[in-house]
Each structure stands twice: as structure tokens, then as C-alpha cells.
């Protein structure tokens, strides 16, 4: 049988985080606080009746695992109820600062890792449930997971990573047959729900908060331990934790850089939401910039402070260094390092936002410390939150503009950009009379980089995806779902798997979000309830 076809069960798992690492010494699965140890096992728990909803195609080939049929044994072990040999179940323990305040031990209330396998390509990766069952870690809660939450989980991850963005991905969706009460809106009105359970895979799921829960405790010998595990088995070739430090910071500062590049909001950037590789994880209550807002957040719990709206991300992503760093302290003797390498974030992450940007607009590449353009961006983000005007669709179609009637200041040259107004018709005189002025800048510079126009093109094609998965989409595939009908879901993989190319048959799933997704809860806003 080829790699390609393997069936679960077939896997060799060869689990290297609980075989390094010491594991919580009771196996009770009541909530608890859990010292001394960087994980508990836990069993997932059993659910009623697991039918497979979504299966990823390319990351099923990577593991060289065929898809399984609807039910089957393997959608038994990926929905918990079956414990495959080999497999060692557990829950991690982690802390986090939630909101900006230290919010004390966390852990995976809801994750539980099935074991770690190697992908066809010799990469350790890490298979973990979301949504199966009580751990140590549920504090009060369930340790489910709903249908809703669990379709955008495992879409949005699939998506982001064909548009070239670091991210854990989804393998799997399985509907358990169990249902799950939410307060969806919290007012009280508590629902039951369908349940669901993704199958997340990536090489460690080790967030920040991993490493500010044992600091918090003075767990000093085991915070050594955990970092150099990480060290060593996730950035070989580091050789101090300063320097593996920095390489973090990079890290982050890239993912903020790619964030803000395809307008996506995580939504709850709490460390414990922070993965130590620089991966996008958790998708709770994320959203994809519609209207260009930077105070945008998909986040009604966090519609009053917007500590994580559009804009904010990268300063956030700055803050939650600071804390990791409070975190590894004890590690690192010199303070001047750690100033040194969250320097390096605002380095990376202003120099990769100015090449982001310029690629994204097709302008000439800038030296390293030239940022000539930068007057120009800023007044084009300023143009483009005065009149609601799709950020996708905006930048996707500014490779569009011609350039000669660009430069003459003539009103054709916004001909593309209409399909981008949320008013329906373009933008209105005098906006378009700004608009043209600052198309009549950006084509003079353009020419004078003597870029031929096909490069350009493609530059920009392959920066400003074509098709996102607006949440209104997704909430499409959930509402089909939830009727038993994944057409949808399998639509939206298909779609995503090549983002920057143009696709016809979806153009339907391109453009403007419907008027009717503007309120409607799951669209344009999301509660963290999940
Ligand atoms: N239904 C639940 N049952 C138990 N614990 C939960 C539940 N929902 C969230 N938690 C826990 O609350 C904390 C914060 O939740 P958050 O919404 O950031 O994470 P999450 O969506 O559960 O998962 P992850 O970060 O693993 O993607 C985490 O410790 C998480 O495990
Ligand atoms: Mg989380």
C-alpha cells in the first residue's frame, strides 16, 4: 500500500513532547490546577455518533492519509472514540494574559493531542482534537466544541495556508451526533447546538502561555526544560535562548506583516492564543477586513476596548512578546538581548510591512531604510476608510488600473476599483476626484520604476488574494452544514486552494459582502462563544 493511502491506524506515532517532558502524576479529569507538570493524559471522551463533515485533500496526501469514508474507524478515532495504538492522549497545561491581565492556569480545556507522527516529507507533526471532552484544563466549562465554531476553524485554517500564511491546519471535521448548549449572543438565552470536533495538525501546538505559567509558578527547572525541548526539536541551530528569543520575535513580527497583508483579524490575540512558532492559532472569533476599518474587530466581546481590531495587531503582537519575555527571564541573564530582540520585532515588521505594501500596490521594491512611498500609503489607507470600500477587492483590482489613464487623471483609470464601493456604484464624485489624484501619484512613480507592467502585475496578483473566506461565506457552508448538506464546505477548500488565481466558477464567492450578512450575527460579528 503506498504512503499516500494509509489508513490512521496504520500510523507509527512516536510522541516526543510526553516522552521529554513530565506529565501531571494523576489521570483525574476533574478541574483542577496542575503543578510541576507541562501536561495531563486524558482520554478524549466518547461522542454519540461521529460522522466525517470535512476532510482536507492536501493535508491528508502530506500525512499520506486517504480520506476515510463518512463513517469508518478512522472518523472513530478522530472524533475521540477510538484510542488508535500508539497514541497517547493528553491535554497541555498553559497560562495567559487574556484582555492585557494574567489570567493564571489555562491549559487545554477543550485540545486534547492524539500523539505526534512524521508527514511524508519527514516533518514531525502533531495530531490534536479541538472539542473532545473534558481535560484537567475545563475549569467550567464542557470541553466542546460547536458545529459553527468548528467549520470556520477548519476552513480558515486550510485557507490560510494555501495564501502562504503560517498557521496549524485542519485535517479533519467530524460531527459527533451530540448536541452542546451556548449562550451564542449571552443574554441568557441558552441554546442546544450541534457539536463538532477538528482535527488540528502542526509540528507543536506550544503557545506563550506554556512558558508564563511555569515562570508564574517559579517552575524554573522545567521551564529550562520546556524551552530547550522546543529549541531543540523546532529551531535547530539556535544556540542560546536570546537568540532563539529573537527568532521568535521574527517570527511574529512576519505573521503580524501577513495578517495585515490578506486584512485578517485573529480576534483574541491573548497569549495563550501565541504560538511559539509564529503559526496563526485558534480560530475563534476571527474576521477578514470588508469595509477598510483599522479599528475593526469580529470581536463582540471586544467591541468596547478594540484591543484586537485590525489596526492594533502588530502592536499586540508586541505587547505579548514582552510577556513571553517576562516568561524566559529567567533564562536569559541579559536584559540588553531581549531589548535587542524586540527591536528586531519593529525592525522586521516595519521593513516587512513596507515590502508587503509595496508589493501589494506594485510599486517599486524600496532600499533597505529607503521608505519614500510611505507618505503615499498613508494617505491611500486614510482615501479608503472615508467611502466603505472592500479591502480584498479594492487591492485585488488596482492591478487593473491602467496605468495611462492613471497618470492622465482621467476618471477611467477607476473604472475597476467600483466593484470594490459598498454604496454599489463606485465611489461618489468627490471621493472619486481624491481617489483619481492619488492613482495620478501612484502611476508617475510606478512609470519611473520602469517595472514592465506584466511583472507588476503578477507582483501584485500574487500579494492581494483574490478570494477570502469572508465570514458571511462561512457562515454559508455552517448554515448548509448544520442541514446536513458540506457542498459548501467542499466549495470553499476547492476555492481556497489557489486564493491569487482567477477562478470563474467562484466568482460569486468574490465579491462584496450581501446586504443581509451586514447584521446578521456570525457575518459581520462574532461573539467568542464557541
Ligand atoms: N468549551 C470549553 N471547554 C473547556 N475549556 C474551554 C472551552 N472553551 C474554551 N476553553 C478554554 O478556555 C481557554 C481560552 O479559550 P480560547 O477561546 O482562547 O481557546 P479555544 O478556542 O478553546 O482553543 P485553542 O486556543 O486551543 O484553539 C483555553 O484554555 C481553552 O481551552
Ligand atoms: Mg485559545
Known amino acids: 500500500m503506498s504512503a499516500a493511502s494509509r489508513r490512521l491506524d496504520e500510523i507509527e506515532f512516536d510522541n516526543l513532547f510526553v516522552r521529554s517532558l513530565p506529565a501531571d502524576p494523576s489521570t483525574e479529569i476533574r478541574s483542577r490546577q496542575v503543578p510541576g507538570a507541562a501536561y495531563s493524559f486524558t482520554p478524549p471522551t466518547p461522542v454519540a455518533d461521529p460522522q466525517l463533515l470535512g476532510w482536507s485533500d492536501d493535508l491528508g496526501a502530506q500525512l499520506g492519509l486517504a480520506r476515510p469514508a463518512r463513517r469508518d474507524a478512522a472518523v472513530e478515532a ?11 492522549p ?8 487574556q484582555f492585557g491581565n494574567w489570567a ?7 485540545a486534547i493531542t492524539l500523539g505526534e507522527m512524521f508527514d511524508t516529507h519527514g516533518q514531525r507533526q502533531e495530531l490534536q482534537l479541538k472539542g473532545a471532552g473534558p481535560t484537567p484544563y475545563s475549569r467550567r466549562a464542557d470541553g466542546r466544541a460547536v458545529l459553527r465554531s468548528s467549520v470556520r476553524e477548519f476552513l480558515c485554517s486550510e485557507a490560510m495556508f494555501h495564501l502562504g500564511i503560517p498557521t496549524t491546519r485542519a485535517l479533519s471535521l467530524v460531527a459527533t451526533g451530540d448536541t452542546v448548549v451556548r449562550d451564542m449572543f449571552y443574554d441568557g438565552r441558552p441554546e442546544n447546538e450541534p457539536g463538532a470536533i477538528v482535527c488540528r495538525v502542526a509540528p507543536s501546538f506550544v503557545r506563550f502561555g506554556h512558558f508564563e505559567i511555569l515562570t508564574s509558578h517559579d517552575e524554573t527547572a522545567l521551564l529550562g526544560q520546556l524551552a530547550d525541548w522546543v529549541m531543540t526539536h523546532h529551531y535547530p541551530g539556535i544556540g542560546s535562548y536570546a537568540d532563539w528569543f529573537a527568532e521568535i520575535c521574527r517570527r511574529t513580527a512576519t505573521l503580524m506583516v501577513e495578517w495585515m497583508r490578506v486584512g485578517f483579524v485573529h480576534g483574541v490575540m491573548n497569549t495563550d492564543n501565541m504560538s511559539i512558532l509564529g503559526l496563526t492559532i485558534d480560530y475563534g472569533p476571527y474576521g477578514w477586513l470588508e469595509g477598510v476599518d483599522m479599528m475593526w474587530t469580529p470581536n463582540t466581546t471586544d467591541a468596547q476596548g478594540r484591543r484586537y481590531c485590525y489596526g492594533r495587531q502588530p502592536q499586540i503582537g508586541y505587547w505579548n512578546l514582552t510577556r513571553l519575555a517576562a516568561a524566559l527571564a529567567p533564562l536569559i541573564d541579559d536584559r540588553d538581548a531581549i531589548d535587542a530582540a524586540l527591536e528586531g520585532y519593529e525592525q522586521t515588521f516595519s521593513d516587512g510591512w513596507t515590502a508587503m505594501l509595496a508589493n501589494k500596490l506594485g510599486l517599486p521594491m524600496p532600499a533597505a531604510g529607503d521608505d519614500a512611498d510611505a507618505d503615499m500609503r498613508s494617505r491611500l489607507f ?23 489613464a492613471a497618470a492622465a487623471g482621467d476618471a477611467a483609470a477607476l473604472a475597476p476599483l467600483h466593484a470594490a464601493f459598498y454604496s454599489g456604484d463606485g465611489p461618489s464624485a468627490d471621493h472619486g476626484r481624491a481617489l483619481l ?21 503578477a507582483r501584485m496578483n500574487a500579494t492581494n488574494p483574490k478570494y477570502v473566506v469572508r465570514n458571511w461565506l462561512a457562515q454559508r457552508a455552517i448554515d448548509d452544514a448544520t442541514a446536513g448538506d458540506t457542498g459548501m464546505i467542499e466549495r470553499l477548500l476547492k476555492m ?15 465579491g462584496r459582502r450581501p446586504e443581509w450578512a451586514r447584521h446578521k450575527p456570525g457575518c459581520s460579528a462574532l461573539s467568542c462563544s464557541s
Open 382 to 404: 486614510l482615501l479608503l476608510q472615508e467611502e466603505e470600500c472592500d479591502f480584498t477587492i479594492f487591492f485585488r483590482q488596482l492591478a487593473g488600473v491602467p496605468l495611462a
Open 104 to 110: 493564571g492556569q489555562l491549559g487545554d480545556g477543550r
Open 78 to 88: 478522530l472524533a475521540g472514540n477510538r484510542i488508535l495504538p500508539g497514541m497517547q
Open 496 to 510: 481556497m486552494r489557489r486564493p491569487y488565481d482567477e477562478q470563474p466558477e467562484f466568482d460569486d464567492l468574490a
Open 437 to 457: 489624484g492619488w492613482l495620478q501619484q501612484w502611476a508617475a512613480r510606478i512609470s519611473a520604476g520602469g517595472e514592465p507592467d506584466a511583472a507588476r502585475i
Open 90 to 97: 493528553y491535554a497541555a497545561r498553559y497560562g495567559g494574559h
